[in-house]
Nanobody, 121 residues
């Protein structure tokens, strides 16, 4: 199996910054696209950012210019650097990845447990 473990969440003041990390471990044959989603209370989960194996990125309009997604393929880790944080960024942030666990199996979708980000003064 594959585990995704997020870290780096917490309480931050408006205008502040955070860096989230997500480390993938387990039976990883190949790690493909990695993503960050978030879910605010009472709202649907939304895609925040995605990064491909080759480093191509895309972002939700709500975070463009304020967030940077990156990955370290040697460590099977994806990061989300967030700055100029706003109250509306408050949410649980989830890591998601497409993973092949074997050369004979197709890609599967894996999720982390989430890390909470609260933006408040």
């Amino acid at each position: 199996q594959v585990q995704l473990v997020e870290s780096g969440g917490g309480l931050v003041q408006p205008g502040g910054s955070l860096r989230l990390s997500c480390a993938a471990s387990g039976s990883i044959f190949r790690l493909y696209a990695m993503r960050w989603y978030r879910q605010a209370p009472g709202k649907q989960r939304e895609l925040v950012a995605q990064i491909t194996t080759g480093g191509s990125t895309n972002y939700a309009d709500s975070v463009k210019g304020r967030c940077t997604i990156s990955r370290d393929n040697a460590k099977n880790t994806v990061y989300l650097r967030m700055s100029s944080l706003k109250a509306e960024d408050t949410a649980d942030y989830y890591c998601n990845a497409d993973v092949r666990t074997s050369v004979v199996l197709p890609r599967q979708d894996y999720w982390g447990q989430g890390t909470q980000v609260t933006v408040s003064s």
